[in-house]
Structure formats: structure tokens, C-alpha cells
């Protein structure tokens, strides 16, 4: 099975082939993306970029791409002080499927 470190938004992952993931909100009208493999895993031979591994592409397609996470609540309490605030918060994400790891 061949796996890849790829960098989108900032953050790395480790992806596979079709395998869906989560990652940060992407820009409108996004429908593919072609990814840099930072490095390479395909059974037991592993190749490290420097800073990306050369000739390899990540093919990724967005599945969805407005997804709300789990809602977060956050609350600011002080006892005997009349201090009580709620407040809630919902992550934005995008959730792509890679395709293929290779040229």
C-alpha cells in the first residue's frame, strides 16, 4: 500500500489512496488539487523530499466542500461575581478524497 506526507493548508497528513479526509476550509470553486509529496512510503522502500520528493503528484478531488465540524462551547463562569458567558463555535472544513500518489 502506498502512503504519502502531503502539506495542505499549512498542516501535514498522511494520506493513502481513497482515503477521504478532513482538511482546513478551502478557497471557492476548488474541484481538484494536485499536491507535492513530501515523502513517499510504498511497502518497504521510503524516500524523503528534499523538500519535496521529486516526479511524485498527489491527485486529490474535493468530495464536499462546506462541512461543519463538532461544535466547541466555551464558557467564562465566575462564582459570586453575576459573571456568566456562552459562547459556541463551529470549525469550517473540506473533505477531499486522494485519488492517486504517483507521476
Do not use: F
Amino acid at each position: 500500500m502506498k502512503k504519502a506526507v502531503v502539506k495542505i493548508g499549512g498542516k501535514q497528513y498522511v494520506v493513502a489512496e481513497k482515503e477521504t479526509l478532513r482538511v482546513d476550509l478551502l478557497p471557492e470553486g476548488t474541484k481538484d488539487l494536485a499536491l507535492d509529496a513530501l515523502l513517499v512510503i510504498d511497502g518497504d522502500k521510503t524516500t524523503v523530499g528534499e523538500p519535496t520528493v521529486k516526479g511524485v503528484k498527489v491527485k486529490a478531488k474535493v468530495v464536499e466542500a462546506k462541512v461543519a465540524g463538532d461544535k466547541v462551547r466555551v464558557i467564562r463562569y465566575h462564582s459570586k461575581k453575576r459573571v456568566h458567558t456562552e459562547t459556541g463555535h463551529r470549525q469550517k472544513y473540506s473533505e477531499i478524497e486522494i485519488e492517486s500518489i504517483g507521476k
